[in-house]
């Protein structure tokens, strides 16, 4: 006979750190996630960015875009930056997710991941324009995804979380300041996926 529970089952978020990391999944139903997913990998003008590591120009392994609000310039990074201007699509996951982050975000960037081969390595997001403990809110459309975090004191302290298909991730407190994140590449066989980080940049 099967085991009665008296807990809600909190699934994946059961085994995080909730400091840092808040997942919530099937934010988005399986029809307008699959409808996201077609609209932004046929519609956005994806670019592949050449960037300078160890001395080498490599292009990264993954198809990126920024939008956000356009009567703004940004200084990111070290380089001005020009967003794209919101798409009605954006504008309505935006308005989706804010009530639940708490926050108004400024700008979003998108990450396709066309198959395995396409990851991001071990990062931060730290830049200085988002301020102390940014609040981040990462939206999944297509193939899940494995999200690998790690204390960068201690290698050891690793925690997983498959991002579905129309979920939401909130990376809050000290994530990006005391830990490092990527999307490992996956020899399995994987659709495309694409990510939206929704911001806040701070002038
Ligand atoms: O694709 C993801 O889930 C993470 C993307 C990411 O870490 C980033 O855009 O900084
Ligand atoms: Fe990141």
């Not at 120009?57 to 200084?75: E, H, M, S």
């Not at 804010?98 to 991001?120: H, K, M």
């Not at 790690?150 to 298909?165: M, P, T």
Request: glycine letters at 6%.
């Amino acid at each position: 006979m099967q085991q009665l529970s008296f807990f809600a089952d909190e699934g994946q978020s059961a085994g995080l750190p909730k400091e840092v990391l808040d997942y919530r999944p099937g934010l988005f139903n399986e029809k307008e996630s699959s409808q996201y997913l077609e609209t932004f990998i046929s519609t956005v003008p994806w670019e592949q960015k050449v960037i300078t590591l160890y001395d080498k120009q490599v292009v990264t392994p993954r198809l990126t875009a920024w939008f956000g609000d356009i009567n703004k310039n940004y200084a990111y990074s070290g380089s001005s930056f020009h967003p794209l201007p919101w798409t009605e699509e954006l504008l309505e996951i935006k308005a989706r997710i804010e009530p639940i982050a708490g926050t108004q975000f400024n700008s979003v960037l998108l990450n396709y991941y066309r198959d395995g081969n396409d990851s991001v390595a071990w990062h931060s997001d730290n830049e200085r324009e988002l301020g102390q403990q940014p609040l981040i809110a990462s939206v999944s459309f297509g193939q899940v995804r494995k999200f690998d975090i790690r204390h960068k004191q201690d290698h050891k302290r690793q925690y997983s979380v498959k991002l579905e298909n129309g979920s939401l991730l909130l990376m809050k407190g000290e994530l990006q300041q005391n830990w490092e994140h990527r999307i490992a590449k996956s020899t399995l066989p994987m659709q495309a996926r694409v990510n939206l980080t929704f911001r806040i940049i701070k002038r």
